[in-house]
């Protein structure tokens, strides 16, 4: 079966990144056989640089074709003075508001090799594996009624509205429970129903969607204790589920457990599980062009893509595996270099990771 992906290079670090991600599908399509027809587009700064939108027609059009999409980052300091319709990373959101891509997973993975790399103590994080599935199209960053206004007196008042329907806290426990299914089947739904109405129809739901999957443990926690739980004992969790704005705080706070922000790969779901896969970290214009960023996260972002959007999960074991069989020969880029380890740039890595995983195949 052939599958047409997306890849969309971005701004800063993205197409040097990118070009790391485009040498594993050459080797997944080559080594392993897989049927890939891969086109390229703009987004973000580099967009508005060639035809003044952040998401061109032409980049929708091929999103909405594509099996699943990989993206390096958008955005950079020399468009930060833009209009806000014209920025980079309004191009992001409006792509993930199109093809509604509403569940939002992103792993927190810490490798062996680099326990050391964490501000939490290695017996803490060391084989730490969770993954947070945040609801990202919903809740108080989209509720109406939202403005800032002007009280009789003179004082003003801002005001947001955290609304979900029960359809979306359906659709994205669906979305929790079956990744939940294919890791070690416990889903912890985290909310804040002691306080808020909005939270007791997000239990009352997630209870009833847990219906359809007797195969996986659901338990439930208050949004202020999982924030202390994830840093006194993250191993506790495997997969969590929670609304935007929780977790959009939570995922943070996970992401730093394993130290580098080079590392970590996320998903963006819709409801037949088409995605778009990026690396949580940004466009690094510190660091831009010069052969240093670390590709991990972009290269773990396509194990996700293998797993999630092509179904293709032995695959995703194996780029998985080959990541850490990279760290254990001892190449580091320089975000995660420690004495004793050899220090790579982001073409060396990405070769040696396609070299790996061929040894795998051997
Ligand atoms: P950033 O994630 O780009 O960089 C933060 C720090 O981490 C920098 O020191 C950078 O050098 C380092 N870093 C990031 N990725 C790395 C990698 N792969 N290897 C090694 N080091 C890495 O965050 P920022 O500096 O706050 O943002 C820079 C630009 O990126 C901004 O324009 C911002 O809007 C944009 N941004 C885009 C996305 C996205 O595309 N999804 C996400 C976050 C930020």
């Given at each position: 079966m052939s599958h047409t992906l997306l890849v969309l290079p971005g701004d800063g670090i993205g197409p040097e990144i990118v070009r790391q991600g485009v040498k594993l599908f050459a080797c997944l399509a080559s080594e392993f056989r897989l049927d890939l027809h891969i086109e390229e587009a703009l987004l973000g700064g580099a967009a508005v640089d060639a035809?003044?939108?952040?998401?061109p027609a032409e980049t929708l059009a091929l999103a909405r074709e594509a099996d699943a999409i990989l993206l390096g980052a958008v955005g950079g300091p020399q468009y930060d003075g833009l209009a806000r319709e014209q920025r980079p990373e309004r191009g992001l959101l409006a792509l993930r508001a199109e093809l509604q891509l509403f569940a939002n997973l992103r792993p927190a993975l810490l490798f062996p090799q680099l326990a050391?790399?964490?501000?939490?103590?290695a017996e803490v994080v060391s084989g730490l594996d969770i993954l947070i599935v945040r609801e990202l199209t919903g809740g108080i960053y989209f509720g109406q009624p939202r403005g800032i206004e002007t009280l009789a007196g003179g004082e003003r008042r801002g005001f947001n509205t955290l609304v979900y329907r029960e359809s979306e806290i359906e659709r994205i426990a669906h979305s929790a429970f079956a990744t939940a299914q294919r890791r070690q089947r416990r889903l912890c739904s985290v909310d804040k129903a002691n306080v808020l109405e909005v939270s007791e129809l997000w239990r009352e739901t997630v209870q009833r969607v847990a219906e359809d999957y007797p195969g996986v443990e659901l338990t439930h926690m208050y949004v202020d204790n999982a924030a202390m739980q994830l840093v006194r004992?993250?191993?506790?969790?495997d997969v969590i589920v929670t609304g935007n704005m929780f977790g959009d705080i939570l995922s943070d706070c996970a992401a730093m457990l394993t130290g580098s922000i080079g590392m970590l790969p996320s998903a963006s779901l819709d409801a037949g599980n088409k995605g778009l896969y990026e690396p949580?970290?940004?466009?690094?214009?510190?660091?831009?062009?010069?052969?240093?960023?670390?590709p991990l996260a972009t290269l773990l972002s396509i194990a996700m893509l293998l797993r999630y959007?092509?179904?293709e999960g032995a695959l995703a074991d194996a780029v998985e595996t080959a990541v850490g069989d990279v760290l254990e020969a001892g190449y580091r880029t320089a975000d995660i270099h420690t004495p004793g380890t050899r220090l790579v740039g982001c073409e060396a890595m990405g070769d040696a990771l396609v070299d790996a995983l061929r040894a795998r195949r051997r």
């Open positions: 035809c003044g939108s952040p998401l050391a790399a964490s501000t939490l103590k004992a993250p191993k506790q969790f949580i970290h940004g466009s690094a214009p510190d660091i831009a062009g010069q052969d240093q960023a670390n959007s092509l179904d």
